[in-house]
């Protein structure tokens, strides 16, 4: 019986069976972010350890720091610049490389760590944060941890992990035209259930994900953990070996090319066996929307609100009740025409240069609506440079778009940048709990290009009559 990718990097990593179905695996690579790496730091120096490969870890101010043109350690989060300035300081005296404020690289952790080179194929990857499966876009192996095992990981670099079972989601044909990653995962997450991954590593599979760049993949994955996977990735193919090619940090000179005849074998092999498979037919996939507070709450966007009663049990149905009334929307509300007050485009999810062309692309030669907030934050500053570079700044803020520095931003609520009470907000991030991106704001999770066409017309829109096609 062949092995599929997951379980041959499992093997290749594996130091040692502990007998009870966990595994001591190596960890070839440690990020770390000011919100909980200050906490994974700060465990180890009370523990008397040191970091043992200090090369091997990084740190990325992203959680906390603000996001308005010229920001400094202080935060509108109260008690911010503590995090900031502890951390700086424990990864100093780890020797642990931090993109800091002012870095021109310096972002979100699982945007700047693929753009860097530091996520590669075949990796192992670990940091205290959930959506560190974003990186199985380049198909690496990468988890989200906790904070003491992150102290563990630094100390030791391994980490003893359950083994997890094994999913493929095979996406089949081509992709709808104004139908996106973002699309997929909200379409697969609408129809298995929120809880539909847990216990698994995903590989996503199938002609639309090889057609996707690798930035998609990346969102794709992002979101594997919305569905409780244990993570996501998507094998590396020619064209992922050809966006790492010559990033700081990936191999160079002959270690290039011995990593490259690696990486090409890095693919489930043709009778590799999965503990379950989905199949989806890409044909059935619209532009996808959220109406509630769960990442199943979905809906094609020219669709309507579902009634609580056709839930699947009492506790869905209970949960619909409470998403209604948070959302402020009734069942058999269509989604479209729904007025809006914030428009977001950012996060680990969906701020990649790709994601801000296809915004601007809806945007160019249009404006926002009065009254929308409408804020677009780079998922890093070399993103940020990159979009500057084609001028796309121009049309986001010719549009009436905020344009910011690099970090999560109103992705997360922590005390800091929120939008407001009853603010119904369509974003391009990937939770919509509730208070999520502010106290009491009504998040709708969408594609960049859905958010775009939704700030122009200041309420919930098809981004396929933005672009001809609808
Ligand atoms: C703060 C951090 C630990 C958290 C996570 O783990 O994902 C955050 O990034 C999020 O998206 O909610
Ligand atoms: S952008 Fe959002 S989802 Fe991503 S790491 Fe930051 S807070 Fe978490």
Not at 136 to 159: C, D, N, P, V, Y
Request: aromatic content about 6%.
């Amino acid at each position: 019986m062949g092995l599929s990718l997951v379980e041959k990097l499992w093997a290749r990593h594996c130091v040692a069976d502990l007998g009870d179905g966990t595994d001591l695996l190596y960890i070839d690579r440690v990020l770390l972010h000011e919100r909980t790496g200050s906490m994974a730091l700060k465990g180890l120096k009370e523990q008397g350890r040191a970091v043992r490969h200090p090369d091997r870890a990084f740190v990325c101010m992203d959680h906390i720091v603000d996001t308005l043109p010229g920001r400094s350690d202080t935060t509108i989060m109260p008690g911010g610049t503590a995090f900031i300035q502890e951390t700086r300081a424990a990864a100093a005296e780890a020797g642990i490389r931090v993109f800091d404020i002012g870095d021109d690289r310096q972002g979100i952790v699982h945007v700047v760590s693929p753009e860097q080179g530091i996520a590669l194929p075949g990796a192992t990857l670990v940091c205290p944060d959930s959506h560190t499966c974003t990186q199985g876009g380049l198909g690496a192996l990468a988890w989200g941890i906790g904070s003491t095992e992150a102290a563990h990981a630094l100390a030791t670099q391994t980490l003893v992990v359950k083994r997890p079972k094994t999913m493929r989601v095979r996406f089949d044909g081509a992709l709808p035209p104004g139908v996106g990653a973002k699309d997929m995962i909200l379409h697969l997450i609408a129809a298995h259930g929120a809880g539909g991954g847990a216990g698994y590593a995903i590989e996503f599979t199938g002609s639309a994900v090889s057609a996707l760049s690798v930035e998609a993949r990346m969102t794709l994955c992002n979101m594997a953990v919305e569905f409780a996977a244990w993570t996501g990735l998507v094998a590396p193919d020619a064209k992922t070996i050809d966006w790492v090619k010559g990033r700081p940090f990936a191999p160079k000179g002959d270690l290039w090319d011995e990593a490259v005849a690696d990486w090409r074998g890095l693919v489930s092999d043709a009778d590799a066996v999965f503990d379950k498979e989905i199949r989806i037919d890409c044909a059935d996939i619209a532009p996808t929307i959220t109406w509630g507070t769960s990442p199943q709450h979905a809906v094609p966007l020219t669709g309507h609100v579902p009634h609580p009663d056709h839930a699947t049990d009492a506790t869905a149905a209970q949960a619909r009740r409470r998403a209604l009334d948070y959302m402020g929307l009734k069942a058999g509300d269509a989604l479209i025409g729904l007025p809006i007050d914030g428009a977001f485009i950012g996060s680990c999810t969906n701020s990649r240069l790709p994601d801000l062309r296809a915004a601007a692309a809806v945007l160019k030669g249009r404006k926002v609506a009065a009254g929308v907030r409408a804020i677009c934050v780079p998922g890093s500053m070399q993103v940020k440079a990159a979009a500057e570079a084609e001028g796309l700044h121009v049309v986001f803020q010719a549009a009436g778009f905020e344009w910011r520095e690099s970090g999560c931003s109103m992705c997360f609520f922590a005390g800091g940048e929120h939008f407001g009470k009853g603010e119904r907000v369509v974003t391009s991030t990937n939770r919509n709990f509730e208070n999520r991106q502010g106290p009491g704001t009504r998040s709708h999770l969408a594609s960049p290009v859905t958010v775009a066409a939704s700030a122009i017309a200041g309420h919930i829109a098809d981004p396929r009559s933005f672009l001809g096609e609808g």
